[in-house]
Structures are given as structure tokens and as C-alpha cells.
């Protein structure tokens, strides 16, 4: 458990913080182009900008970063060891592949999809402080620019953070552990198992963002649905 | 069709291993069949079968563990059978039976000492006594300590070495020896042999599936049940019992 949460966890903070940091240039790039086109504020980018990263983005980033490096390299790292007959030694000696082998998995990556999140939302944040700052867009001060963003923080943002990361982590670890362990006796099936976890994991992400959207917002992007 | 018993003297001592019309054909061309077998072993003897060289025993060793299930009959160990899905309980009767494997016998991303501790620390035995008896194997077998380095970076004899300390860790009810002497030279027969005399001294039952023709049981274990497998039956090849037992 400890060896796969710093694998998982800590090995992927680097990775995420990366890719927050892209995305937030990113949104901040397309709020400028609003700011051009509609006469946008700092007071209409702020929330927007929270409302995003918190609610869609950063879960999703760490969905991806996790199944990225972790998912895809626990789903063959279980094949393979299937395959081997690694699963046979363990059962003979009387220990559960499940409690032994998957559970940790799974809860490592749960655990590091939320915190990846909340460091995700975090780079997003800076970095689109940053270069909302030097494109002009964002021009108050960054205690005055965090003190908006807490100003929209809104009991439903934190109800939908935690189970996104939670729900869609589960369930990418799920998929990626039970499709490793589907491989038939051959390391030729390996390689196959592993991509057809990884894009199973992706999709139930993406699925499951979308459902808890739903169920938790009422809406699909600006169409009311509930 | 008979009941094979391991050893007839020392049959009342208590069951551990009973197979019951069992018939098993194995996915795998070269793996062992069963065509309703009967046999029965019980505590501190030994009954070793020999297969041919082309055979491999994993899938029978499986089948008396639990992992695989026969096609038709029951395997009892102590008692119980292994169908049901009261998998705790097939968990537990299993962390009483220590195994020498064939073929594939670590997991690969634990180092060996980790591998050869580990069932022992998932069962929950004091770390003291798992020091101790892990001393008295390695003593017992002209070894320092264990290695601990990964499976993939140690030779293959030290490893085979290294299989019979785990499977005789803490004192196990059942021990399932497959091919336990290759890659190892003949000088480690007498060794493994007074080792495995010494389990079945403490009521350990011993099932040793081999090809070796060679291996002198008698000498030094005591008498013993030697049955040989072919084409789905197993045939007695103790003198004393008179041929075949079918």
C-alpha cells in the first residue's frame, strides 16, 4: 500500500502540477479572448475560472494523470503477473489476491486522485494568476484575487469535488486492476488487456464526471436537464 | 478401484489429505490426470508419486489446494473439502499447507527474504518465531541468511534452497513438494531428505511429486507409499503392497 500511494501519489505530484500549470495558461488564454470579445472583468474571470478548475478540470486532470502513469502500469503489472502464475503462488499460500493485491491498488489510487486533484486546482490557480497577470486580463492583486476565489467557494463545489475524485478514482481502479486480472494464460494478451483498461478507465471517468454533473448541478454544460 | 493409504502403520494418525474419485484433466497437454483417484495421506507420512519427465504437477498440486477444482470427486484437506464459497475458511486451511513450487514461485517485485516471510506475516505468526524457525532452516541448510535481492538476480539452486524454507515455515499440517530437488546437486539429496524426515516428525504430511527415480526415501525417511501416475491412474510401486493398487 505504502509502495503503491508513493508511486502513485507522490511520484505523480511533478506530472500534475505540470499539467495544471499548462491548463491553467490554457483557460486564462481563453478568458482573454473573452475579455476581447464581450468586455469581460476580474470579477467575472475569478469564478469562472474556480468554477472550472474545481468542478470539471482538475478531477479530470487527475483522473488522467493517474490512470496515465498508474492505471495503465498496474493493469499490466497484474496481467503479467497472472500470466506468470504469480497469483497461483499467492492463493497456495493461503493469501487473497483481492485484499492483498487489488485493494491497495485501488485505494492508492483513490487517495491520489484527490490529492492530485487538490494539487492540480492549485497549479491551475497560480499559474493562471500568473498569466492572467501578464496578459493583462486579471489586474488586482493576488490576496485580493485568492480572496475572490474564497468569496465563490460554494458548499456544492466541495460536495461535487470530493466524490468525483473519489467515484471516478474508484472506478478507474477498479477497471484497470479487474481487466488485468482478466488476461488469459498468455503474455501476448498483456499488452491488449493493458490499453483496453486504460481506454475502459478513461471513458468511466468521463462518464461518471458527466452523471455526478447531473445528478449534482441538474445540467449538462448550459442546458438545464433536471 | 482401492483406497490408497499412504502408509498403513501409522493410519491412525489423523486424515489431512483425502482424495475421493477424483477425476482432473488439465487444460494444459502436459499436465497430470486423474482418472478416479482415491488416496489418502495422513499425519507424518510420507507418499510421493512419480510422474514422467514431460509431466508437470502444478495443476495437481493446485487441484489439492483448492485453487483448481476436479471435474468429478472431492479433495478433503483435514477434513474439509474445498467446494463452497466460505473463501476465509479455503484462505486459512491453505496457509496450512507449505508448497515447493515448479516453475514459477516468487512474486517478482518482492525480494526473496520478503517473498519467503510473507505468508507467514499475512497469517499473523510472531515475528520471533518466524526469526527462529527461518535460523533453523537456514542452519539447516548451511545458509547465513536469506537473500534479499530480487528472485530475477539470484541463481536458481539458491532459490530452490530458499522454497523449502518458506514451505516449511510454521510448521504446516500438509507439505507439497513438487520436483523439490532440481537445479540442485546430488550432494542436497540426504540434506532435503533429513530435512523433509525431520517435518514428519512433528506430524507434518509429506506429498512429494517427482520424476527422480533416484531418490533414496527408504534409507532415510523410513517406509513410505511410492505410487507412479500413468494414463490417469496412480499404480503402487511399493513391493511390500504388492504392484498395483487399483
Not at chain 1, 42 to 55: C, D, F, G, N, Q
Not at chain 1, 120 to 146: D, E, P, Q, W
Not at chain 2, 29 to 45: C, I, N, P, Q, T
Not at chain 2, 51 to 59: G, H, L, N
Request: charged share 15%.
Amino acid at each position: 500500500m505504502a509502495r503503491q500511494l508513493l508511486f502513485t501519489g507522490v511520484d505523480g505530484t511533478w506530472a500534475a502540477m505540470r499539467f495544471g500549470a499548462a491548463v491553467g495558461v490554457l483557460l486564462i488564454v481563453q478568458a482573454a479572448l473573452w475579455v476581447d470579445a464581450i468586455g469581460m472583468t476580474t470579477e467575472m474571470i475569478a469564478p469562472m475560472l474556480w468554477r472550472v478548475i474545481v468542478r470539471e478540470v482538475a478531477p479530470l486532470l487527475a483522473c488522467l494523470v493517474v490512470i496515465g502513469r498508474s492505471g495503465i502500469a498496474i493493469s499490466t503489472e497484474l496481467a503479467t503477473m497472472r500470466v506468470d502464475g504469480e497469483l497461483e503462488v499467492l492463493d497456495a499460500q493461503g493469501i487473497d489476491p483481492m485484499t492483498s493485491l487489488v485493494m491497495p491498488r485501488v485505494t492508492s489510487m483513490v487517495f491520489s486522485v484527490f490529492c492530485l486533484a487538490l494539487i492540480t486546482a492549485t497549479a491551475m490557480i497560480l499559474t493562471g494568476y500568473v498569466g492572467g497577470r501578464a496578459v493583462g486580463v486579471i489586474r488586482v492583486s493576488f490576496v485580493g484575487f485568492v480572496d475572490q476565489l474564497v468569496g465563490e467557494i460554494d458548499t456544492l463545489d466541495l460536495l461535487f469535488f470530493v466524490p468525483k475524485t473519489i467515484v471516478a478514482g474508484a472506478f478507474a481502479a477498479a477497471i484497470c486492476c479487474l481487466d488485468g486480472l482478466s488476461v488469459k494464460a498468455t503474455i501476448t494478451d498483456v499488452p491488449r488487456v493493458s490499453a483496453r483498461a486504460g481506454i475502459r478507465a478513461l471513458g468511466a471517468v468521463f462518464i461518471i464526471s458527466a452523471i455526478l454533473s447531473i445528478l449534482i448541478y441538474g445540467r449538462i454544460l448550459i442546458f438545464e436537464v433536471i | 478401484m482401492g483406497l490408497y493409504k499412504a502408509f498403513d502403520a501409522l493410519s491412525e494418525t489423523p486424515l489431512v489429505l483425502e482424495l475421493q474419485r477424483v477425476t482432473q484433466r488439465p487444460a494444459f497437454e502436459s499436465g497430470l490426470e486423474l482418472l478416479e483417484v482415491d488416496l489418502e495421506l495422513h499425519a507424518g507420512e510420507l507418499l510421493t508419486i512419480q510422474v514422467d519427465a514431460a509431466t508437470r504437477t502444478r495443476s495437481f498440486a493446485s487441484l489439492i489446494q483448492g485453487i483448481l477444482h476436479p471435474e468429478a470427486g472431492v479433495v478433503r484437506f483435514l477434513q474439509q473439502d474445498w467446494r463452497g464459497s466460505n473463501y476465509q475458511r479455503h484462505f486459512w486451511q491453505r496457509s496450512l499447507i507449505g508448497r515447493v513450487f515448479e516453475g514459477q514461485a516468487w512474486i517478482e517485485n518482492l525480494n526473496v527474504d520478503e517473498n519467503v516471510t510473507l505468508a507467514a506475516r499475512h497469517h499473523g505468526m510472531q515475528l520471533s518465531d518466524i526469526t527462529s524457525s527461518i535460523q533453523h532452516w537456514c542452519n539447516y541448510f548451511g545458509m547465513d541468511k536469506l537473500a534479499s535481492r530480487r528472485p530475477a538476480f539470484v541463481a536458481p539452486a539458491t532459490l530452490q534452497i530458499h522454497q523449502w524454507i518458506r514451505a516449511f515455515l510454521g510448521n504446516p499440517k500438509l507439505v507439497i513438494l513438487e520436483s523439490p530437488l532440481q537445479y540442485l546437486a546430488q550432494k542436497w539429496v540426504k540434506v532435503f531428505l533429513d530435512a523433509v524426515a525431520e517435518l514428519m516428525s512433528r506430524g507434518t504430511a509429506v506429498l512429494w511429486l517427482d520424476s527422480r527415480t533416484d531418490l533414496p526415501f527408504s534409507e532415510v525417511v523410513g517406509p513410505c507409499q511410492r505410487l507412479r501416475a500413468d494414463q490417469g491412474k496412480l499404480h503402487s510401486m511399493n513391493l511390500a503392497h504388492g504392484g498395483d493398487n487399483e
